[in-house]
Structure formats: structure tokens, C-alpha cells
């Protein structure tokens, strides 16, 4: 794991996110949530900052994040591919689809690409069963995605 | 208080609202097999998450099995905890369990003493159903403590004494389904966590998860060793202990038969830790005394409360969590790293002994220790003051493995001059124990009275944190007491925002004290076995004929034929150490 060094301010955002749920510890996951909304991951520093204003141990931040899906200690890509795998897409096909995209952009569920573009996640169902199979980049919704249509989704945001 | 009455397998219990099943059964001679539960009664230490489901019962009108050891008593309910169902659910939820366990019970260090093993002899497992993927993890080995995750079951007893017993949160719950595991943050090794080593995780993993790390062999190879003098010296807790591992009753003291075993394991000499606690009150009563004399006389940068500094795990913790106070602690080392350098430095040096050639060794109710005897401040040119801890279990094994009938062993007793010890230094093994040795001797050398009544019984007992205030002739001297580390941190928080009113503190890091300590046979949750073991030492303190530190001969030798005076400059050099800020975040630099 990468050692960084957080910026006093943004200390300081963390603290003042911290504040404004009283510090208190109840409110772990909430602190959570509004930190990976700051930066879109919550690395060791951040929880370690919040682990002391909370007063918990690191420990157990490091359990919660964990424990939830949609907490990640990765950063996300600047194009995040989310795959709905919700029943619709999934029948429709949505797994061969992530497996096309697991294939090209040579990275994991969870994963970012070297470069920083790509970020990849599975989500359960944005809404859109009548075009499943659905993929997300970013707030873009692509619908009816085959496998063969991977490399062109892919294209257009690697320019 | 409301009483509630219920049937159980057809037996009528009569018990108060809010009984867990588990308990009411109890009452009508009904023992309901537990995994992931556990008590220590009257000591405020319950784990019971429902998480193992072995405890599962049937209630009558409920739809799904209840485990016995989270529901609730209610009036008219009728259980049965061994029908069909629950015994088919029972068999299976363990061979669930099993399943992804590794079958490595020949070599595993807690074979014998498994609580997994015990209950797939209970009920009767001869196969394993379910053949499937097992957990794989690193295993990660520390100082002092192993942690080998692929024999979790998840019984989450480490997590609920590292975090609401002992306060320390090196543990916890990470990751989520098969891939959950007990770990430090972001998975680390615990050598990179705030871990003090108290090992009291060790004294309640009902498997093989949690072990020490076993230096057996080192001393075993140390003895065979025809060029080293090997010098033992055995922690007052581990006499009022060992016996049961020999299936003594528990609190048999078996001081005599553990020097005669450790001299037919071929100890060069047999010596006692109880010598250093004499000495270790001798240097800590002096500078308790200077400081209340500096303090009465008004010196404003006097620091009070003193400490007490005898137990590792409780260094490690102020060191992790209240670096800023690390200068209030006394400066005295803790008994087992005062006898190290008076063992090659004083007696070593008296027989012609090179240090290098003397091995000393060290047998601990206590895990801390393994890693206190590595410290970097505890060596000369690399050489450690004390070479290796063994534990009780450690000792045990060790007796056992080298055809030693102990049971009828005769008595023996210690060597000389670092052997003597007076009834002082044995309650150092038991919470309130060392600050009663500390008010006897101090007491003398501040009044220049003799004290008649030794017994201080106001010291003694099992709550979580006690005080008591002791009359020195006129002065009124305020004692605070704590054991387990949860219990200390209170009364550090009381230090630090300036709310304490005590002159000196004892804080002991496990449950019980050294008694209670990590190393210490199973106790598998009976807080009785604790509680015999502190009356064992209280006994053993009655009985000696001194029973006061300052009045051992052969401290008193020492000062005069090596030390000089207490605290001072040799004292300074040998029996005194420094405390460091280890509270730095893994990843965030101040």
C-alpha cells in the first residue's frame, strides 16, 4: 500500500465532516459516506484521520469499509464502468459483457486501470430493465450491450 | 426483580426476566453446548454474538431455531434443546464449521486444549459432509503472538477483549462472508498495530487461531549447550497456575515441584522473578516516596500519580495511547528485566561468568514479556538481558516432553542469592498485589515505624477499578488499583484531564492480573479458576516468614556488596529504562 501524505486541508475537510456529525461514533457510517463523496475513495490516511476524530479504533473503520460494497479504498477511474447485473441484465447476458470488459481493460471488479482512465463495478439494476443489458460510464447509460460492442463504448472515451 | 417461568425439555425452570436459554438451562442441570459464547463471571467479560449457532434450540411456536445463548427467557416458553431438529441443525452447523477448518489437529499447538476439537468429540463428528473451498490467509507472526486466520471460526471473542475489555482495537472484523477474517487495519501485521502483546485474544481463542510464539526449543537447545550457564528465573503467578496443566486442582500452589522440575530440566540455577519484585519495590517504593516528598514539600513538577511499571502489556499501551504522559509511569524496570542484568552483571560476574555466555530465561504467565525481553533498550552490544520467555503452557509442555513424573516430584527449593523472596514480591502476580507490597515497604521507610497489620486487605478483590486510602501515620495516602486495560484507561483519562486524586496507581494489564495473564493455562471462561489462583498467592504470602521486600537478606546483600542505594546511579543504570512514543498512525505523519 502506497504511502501518502494528506494535505492539511484536507485534514481539515475530514475534521469538519467529522463535526458535523457531532464526532460521534454512531455516525461512523454516515462520516463514510460523505468522505468517499469528497474524493471517491477512502484510503488508509483518511480512515486513520477519521478513526481518530470518531475515537474508534482504525481497526474497526477498516472492518466497516470492508464489509460494505460500496465503500472502496481504490480511486475510481475517471470514466467509472459500472455493469448492472441485476436479474433483467443478467439473464440478458450482463455477465459475458463484464467479462468482455474485465478482458479489455485487463483489470477486476473493484480495480483501476495503470493509467487512471478506467475504473470498473457491478451494480444491481439502474432502472432501465427494458434495455438490458445495461453498462454505466459515468452518469451515460449504454443500452443493450453486447459483448462485441465493448471495444466501441471503450473507444469513445479513450480519445 | 420479576421472575419468569418456562419448560425446558420438559423441566420446569423458574428464573429472573432478561435469563439468556443458555443460562436458565443451567438452573435445571440442562448444558447447552457454546462455541462462540463466553463469560467470565463477576469480571464484566461477555461475548455472546450468536454468531456459531451451535447453541441453537426449538421454542415451541417460533418458526426457526433460537440460539440459546441471545434469546431470551419468556414466561410459558417451551424449549427443547435436544430433539430431532435441533440435533440435526447442531450436527450440521458444525460440520459447516469443519468444513472449513484444517485438519491439522496432530501439530497444532492448541490440540488438547481446542475447544472446536472438544465439541466435534461432544457430538460425535466422524466425517465431514461437505467437502469445499477452505480459507487461505497469511499467517503473521509477531514478537509475541501468532495469528494463523485459517483456524478462525469467527467466534469473535479476540475482537470483544481487544476492543471493549482491554480497549486496545489492534482487532477487528474486516472484510465480509467467506472472506472475513479477524485482523489488524488494512490487514496489516499486528507488530504494525497497537497491540501490547497482552495476549489475553491468546487466553480466549477457542481454537488454534491465536498461539504464542513458542521458544521451547531455543531454551531446550540453550541447555544442551555445555559452554552456557543457564540461569531460569519463574514469575510468581506461574506456581499458583502450573499445577493445572497436570490436572492438579486449580489453585495448588506447586512452587516446590516447579523448581525441582526446572532442575531436572537441567537449569544451571533455579532462581525466582520474586527476588527482582523485592528489588523492583525497593527501587519503585524509593521514587514513590520521592516524589511524595518532593510533592508534600511543594515542587510544583513533581508528577503524581506514580505508576506502576511492572507489566509489559501496560507500557506497551501507555506508550501506544498516552505517549504524552510516558513520563509519569515509574522508571523502574519490571521484575523479569531487573533480574536480567543483576543475573549476568552482579551474579554472573561473582562466579567469572562472561555475559555472552550466560543464557537467562524466564517462565511468564504473560505473552507482553516475549516481547518486552526483545526490547533494543533491554540488550548490551546485542546481548538481552533475558534471552528468552517461556509461558506456563510453554513450561508445562516442556516438563512433559522431558519425562518428568511432576506430580511426584518432590519439593525443591530455589537457589541462592537471586532465589529469596519474601511474601511481597508473591502477590505481584495478582491484581493489587505489587502497590501492597509497595504501601508495606514504603510505609516503614517513610514512618521509620514497623508496621504491624501487613495485611492491607483493602487492596485486594476483583472489581474492575478500586481505591482505597492508606494511613502512613497521620498521612493519608490514596491508592487507585486497575486491571485490564479498558479499566486503566479510565483512569488515565481521569489523570489527563486532571480529575485524579491519587497519590500512586496500580494498573495490571490483564483481567485478574499476571494470574489472568495470556500465558497462563486455559482457563476456557471459568472466572473461578482466576479467583483460586489470587488466594493461592495470598496464601503463599502468609506463609513466609518475610513478608516485606526491604527486609530480604539478600536485597539488602546486594546494596550493600554491588548497588549501593536504591535509585541510585547503578540502580539508575541497571534496574531503571525510558518509555517511547509509539502512537505515530501507520499511514497519517503528524
Known sequence: MAKIKLSEKKIQELKDVCKTFNNDKGELINVLHKAQSLSGYLPAEVQEVIAKELNVSVAHVYGVVTFYSFFTMQPKGIHPVSICLGTACYVRGAEKVLEEFKRQLKIQVGETTPDGKFSLSCLRCVGACGLAPVVMVGEKVFGRVAPDGVADIIAEYNT | MNMVKLIIDGKTAEVPENTTLLKAAKTVGIDIPTLCYFELKDMNIENRPGGCRVCVVEVKGRRNLAPACNTMVAEGMEVYTHNIRVLNARRTVLELILSDHPAECLTCAKSGSCELQSMAQQLGVREIPYQGEQSKYRKDTSPAIIRDVDKCIMCRRCEMMCNDVQTVGALSAVNRGFMAVVAPAFEMNLEKSPCTY??????????????????????????????????????PAVRAALGEEFGLAPGTLVTGKMVAALRRLGFDYVF????????????????????????????????????TSCCPGWVNFFEHNFPEMRDIPSTAKSPQQMFGPIA??????????????????????????????????????????????????ELAHLIKASNIDFNSLPADDFDNPLGESTGASVIFGTTGGVIEAACRTAYELYTKKKLEKVDFKELRGLENVRHATIDFDG?????????????????????????????????????????????????????????????????????????????NPFIQELYREFLGKPCGELSHHLLHTHYFDKSAGVFVEE
Do not use: W
Not at chain 2, 520474586?274 to 508528577?303: N, S
Not at chain 2, 494470574?515 to 471462561?525: D, K, L, N
Open chain 2, 198 to 235: 497482552c495476549g489475553q485474544c491468546v487466553s480466549v481463542c477457542p481454537t488454534g487461531a491465536l498461539t504464542e510464539v513458542d521458544h521451547s526449543r531455543n531454551v531446550i537447545n540453550a541447555l544442551a549447550d555445555p559452554t552456557k550457564t543457564v540461569v531460569v528465573q519463574t514469575a
Open chain 2, 344 to 393: 549476568k552483571e552482579y551474579f554472573g560476574k561473582k562466579l567469572g561468568i562472561d555475559r555472552k555466555n550466560m543464557i537467562v530465561v524466564s517462565i511468564m504467565p504473560c505473552l507482553a514479556k516475549k516481547y518486552e525481553c526483545q526490547r533494543d533498550e533491554f540488550k548490551v552490544d546485542g546481548d538481552p538481558d533475558v534471552n528468552y520467555s517461556l509461558s506456563t503452557r
Open chain 2, 475 to 551: 498521612l493519608p495516602i490514596n491508592i487507585g488499583i486497575a486491571h485490564g486495560l479498558g479499566n486503566a484507561r479510565k483512569l488515565l483519562e481521569d489523570i489527563r484531564d486532571g480529575k485524579s486524586h491519587f497519590h500512586a496507581i496500580e494498573i495490571m494489564a490483564c483481567p485478574g492480573g499476571c494470574i489472568g495473564g495470556g500465558g497462563q493455562p486455559y482457563h476456557h471462561g471459568d472466572s473461578e479458576i482466576i479467583k483460586l489462583r489470587a488466594s493461592a498467592l495470598y496464601r503463599e504470602d502468609a506463609g513466609k516468614p518475610i513478608r516485606k521486600s526491604h527486609e
Open chain 2, 272 to 307: 525466582d522473578t520474586d527476588f527482582a519484585a523485592d528489588l523492583t519495590i525497593m527501587e519503585e517504593g524509593t521514587e514513590l516516596l520521592d516524589r511524595l516528598t518532593r510533592y508534600l514539600k511543594g515542587d510544583k513538577d513533581v508528577k503524581l500519580p506514580i505508576l
